[in-house]
């Protein structure tokens, strides 16, 4: 499974199966929609039908129906970018987990959807992962999906409003046109990857302090000629860049750094030996929310390409507690025209 926000989430949910249930419940009135997660209500699925028999299987085929778009609609949108989670069993306010929704049974709404996955898009989305949690000492709960990030896009959804979808930030947009050539008529071009590798440490007042190194790796088909990539650091708190040798700065707006050489396919350069956070933390709880790293990319003959990688203030305060250690991850790309 690739390292990524959403298979973290989804490993470290059921890392501990038996307190899953209580950690889902945590995101209430906290966790936010966004460009990996997404919400959907399912205590509609198993409730009550009306009695008159038309009126009945008239409501089944609508439930039916909303399952299969959901579900399918989703299945493109992650598989197309980088991959997410959906969470059966909450209900959104402005993309806010506002309250619970659950199945009311939710080992059969997962077994549905492991029934219907192959056929909800085309081509089939391969390593999707299924699991029901359960609310203790009942058959009511959640139902957790892991849409892993696909390279057989794109996925066309089969029974949604829209045939191509593409997550965009905190919802699923359908895919335009440029893009989709794109994807069917890739050109030999280059494609730069950011890594980023945070670090923690304690000064001598015992002050925690946060560090971030980024490499660089070209998985194009061509060298990556005239970068330039400008750099937006989501903290709270003012920052320190320590470019490689190999990166002259250029502000044309914000922090923009660009590349002396040529980055050939498969090659992996140092860009930000540091990024440092100014002053420090003086508890693990005064860490932020989201540490959100945002890489704006341009090169010659490709397409402007947005990176976003984000660390949680859980793994930031549990890395705290393991010092010293390195957290890594490969940022989540996006074509700019879509943010």
């Known amino acids: 499974m690739q390292d990524t926000a959403a298979s973290i989430f989804f490993q470290k949910l059921f890392s501990e199966k038996s307190i899953a249930y209580s950690v889902l419940l945590q995101l209430l009135g906290e966790a936010d929609e966004n460009e990996w997660r ?33 579900w399918s609609e989703n299945l493109s949108a992650f598989s197309n970018s980088g991959g997410g989670v959906l969470i059966w069993g909450i209900r959104t306010l402005k993309n806010i987990a506002a309250s619970l929704s659950l199945a009311r049974n939710a080992v059969a709404l997962a077994d549905r959807l492991k029934e219907l996955q192959n056929n909800m898009v085309e081509p089939p989305v391969l390593g999707v992962e299924v699991r029901a949690v359960l609310k203790p000492g009942s058959e009511e709960g959640f139902v957790v999906c892991h849409i892993p990030n696909s390279d057989f896009s794109p996925h066309r959804a089969t029974k949604a409003k829209r045939e191509y979808y593409i997550r965009s930030n905190d919802s699923n947009q359908p895919m335009r046109t440029e893009v989709l050539r794109k994807m069917f008529y ?20 015992g002050l925690f302090k946060i560090h971030a190194a980024v490499q660089l790796k070209n998985t194009g088909s061509a ?31 914000g922090n923009g750094f660009q590349y002396l050489g040529s980055i050939h396919p498969d090659e992996e350069i140092s860009f930000l030996r540091n990024i440092a956070i100014q002053g420090g933390y003086q508890m693990r709880n005064d860490f932020p929310e989201i540490l959100n790293y945002i890489f704006i990319i341009y090169t010659k003959s490709s397409s402007a390409i947005r990176a976003k990688t984000s660390f949680t203030k859980d793994e930031l305060s549990d890395a705290a507690l393991q010092l010293p250690i390195n957290i890594t991850r490969e940022a989540r790309m996006s074509l700019l025209e879509l943010v």
């Open 186 to 205: 890739p050109k030999c071009a280059s494609k730069l990857v950011p890594r980023v590798t945070v670090s923690i440490d304690q000064d001598a007042e």
């Open 38 to 70: 997404e919400f959907k209500e399912a205590d509609f699925i198993d409730a009550p039908l009306p009695i008159e028999r038309e009126k009945s299987l008239k409501e089944l085929k609508r439930r039916e129906d909303t399952i299969k778009e959901y």
């Open 223 to 253: 060298s990556a000629e005239e970068a330039y990539i400008q750099v937006i650091v989501e903290a709270g708190k003012a920052f320190n860049l320590h470019p490689a040798d190999s990166w002259q700065e250029r502000k044309f707006s």
